[in-house]
């Protein structure tokens, strides 16, 4: 008994913005992309290198096609508009079992996509014409690219705010659109901040943590505008530590979390792990 290949896609494209930061490009192959909301995620997956031979007799390797998958779930960064691919922002962990395989990929090799889109992290439960602040850490900007690159234009909200916070400038790998899109855009203002830039390099913008961006101060000179809970909702994504502490300062201001007992909360979050 042979087994069929587990494969169902293909990477198309491949952006590396360094060493341990990518834009993958992945095209199923058997059609277009499935329909889905901006914000939500699907799975990608490899094939075990260190897993044994499979074994044409058992019914659990019959059911995967035979081979084991490593699989990691990944947000979409792409536009709802677009049908022919997903795209996704994906950092190298240093401990990853995916990420390593996925760095020797290049394009027109096979990869898992499944076809399964899912994830409540969507823009679905607030209502047009708000405020939306848009926090995120590292490559918890995808879902936040797939929303600004599907909505804007189409008076989704009066004005968005994307702080994006990170270690090192280099590490801005969607800076070039995100500043494009908001010179093109009055609703839309992007707040990049570094933590650890050297302080003799070119950068020139934000420096310091994403909850120092949200202090009232700050965030008044950076857009001209009161953070104002009773006509905006905030959304956050990226590393726990990052989303404890902008949550905790955020309700301090007065927003409260979207909850079973607060469905009409104004903050909403998703942690990357």
């Avoid at 839309?188 to 961006?213: A, F, M, N, Q």
Wanted: negative net charge.
């Amino acid at each position: 008994m042979t087994h069929s290949s587990p494969y169902n896609a293909t990477l198309i494209e491949r952006q590396d913005i360094h060493e341990t930061l990518a834009v993958f490009k992945v095209r199923y192959d058997a059609g277009d992309v499935p329909g889905f909301i901006p914000g939500q995620f699907t799975t990608l997956g490899l094939v075990d290198p260190d897993a044994p031979p499979p074994n044409p007799n058992s019914p659990a390797a019959r059911r995967r096609r035979g081979h084991k998958l490593i699989r990691r779930a990944y947000s979409i960064a792409s536009s709802t508009e677009i049908k022919t691919h997903l795209e996704f922002y994906i950092v190298r962990g240093p401990e990853g079992k995916l990420t390593p395989l996925l760095w020797k990929l290049k394009p027109g090799d096979p990869v898992f996509m499944d076809e399964k889109i899912k994830g409540n992290f969507t823009l679905e439960g607030i209502p047009d014409g708000k405020d939306l602040v848009m926090v995120c850490t590292g490559t918890g900007l995808g879902p936040f690219m797939s929303m600004l690159e599907t909505c804007r234009g189409t008076g989704r909200w009066r004005r968005l705010v994307l702080i994006e916070g990170c270690r090192y400038a280099r590490d801005l790998g969607y800076y070039d659109k995100l500043t494009e899109i908001a010179a093109e855009d009055d609703s839309v203002i992007y707040l990049p901040t570094v933590t650890r830039e050297p302080g003799d390099s070119p950068w020139d913008g934000l420096r310091g943590r994403v909850h120092e961006v949200l202090e009232p101060d700050a965030f008044q000179k950076n857009t001209g505008q009161p953070l104002d809970p009773a006509h905006c909702h905030a959304l956050l994504c990226g590393g726990p530590q990052m989303i404890d502490q902008a949550a905790e300062y955020l309700c301090k201001l007065g927003f409260v979390i979207e909850s079973r007992e607060h469905p009409e909360g104004n903050l909403h979050f998703e942690r990357y792990w």
